[in-house]
């Protein structure tokens, strides 16, 4: 199939989401959790029997006070009532960022040494980054639509979908080296052609792969509880937008950087 046929179709869908995920990203930004601004844990008995656990992002004494109030109106016992400070820093979250850089620079560096060319390594990366900004985006948008807050967990599905996207996009390239270097006459050497034979052969184990993890993680979003909804909502977009970016963005990237490349030395 003639996969890169299209590729600038893919480039499209990409460039849209990411432009909607940037635009809410620099207007409204990350609703931070307790983990991230500190405020108060609550825990309270309900009539029925039921305890329940919340987390407030508050500090003003009549916001404290509003919430007391509120646990009152609905005739519960209170249980616990303490005020907490970010369990997240700003000096570990410039660390995080410090950490994710220097990884991503590892990464490429190592992508490039085993399939000896640079534009496979910066590909790669650039599949990744896709796959971050698409997950904030998405929070950002969730959480001013729907007040969803970005908590630990939230960081935790990031690194998973980090080394998702690139172990996926790896096992395209990986089928590609081996076709460059057995010549086929009935697929060509162009890398183009390469590609669509590479994707052709990949793609069913590779959605296979991801569908199950999908589908469990569907499961958890729609009967999970309330404390790791929005953590498997994260993996769950980010485990999509994994799935796509390898084959619709690594690959067409390195396969318009080649052209490019051949066009210029020409």
Partial sequence: MQWMKYKFIYFAISLTLLSV?????????????????GGVVVEYQLKNGEIVEEKYGVKSDGEIQKI?????????????????GPSIGSELIKKTFIALSISAGLILIWIAIQFKSIKFGVSAI????????ILLGSFSLLGHFLNVEIDFLFVTAVLTI???????????YDRIREKQRKYDPSIGSDLESIANSALTETMVRSLNNSFTIIFMLLSLVLLGGETIRWFALALLIGTISGTYSSPFVAVPLL????????????
Avoid: C, P, Q
Wanted: charged share 30%; aromatic share 10%; net charge positive.
């Fill in 21 to 37: 995920g940037i635009f809410s990203l620099f207007k409204w930004g990350l609703n931070l959790g307790v983990d991230f601004t």
């Fill in 68 to 84: 007391r109030d509120d646990i009152k109106n609905k005739e519960a016992k209170e249980l616990r009532f303490e005020t907490v």
């Fill in 126 to 133: 650039l599949a990744m980054i896709h796959d971050s900004l």
């Fill in 162 to 172: 980090l080394s998702f996207s690139v172990h996926d996009t790896i096992v395209v």
């Fill in 255 to 266: 396969v318009v950087w080649d052209k490019v490349e051949k066009r210029l030395k020409k």
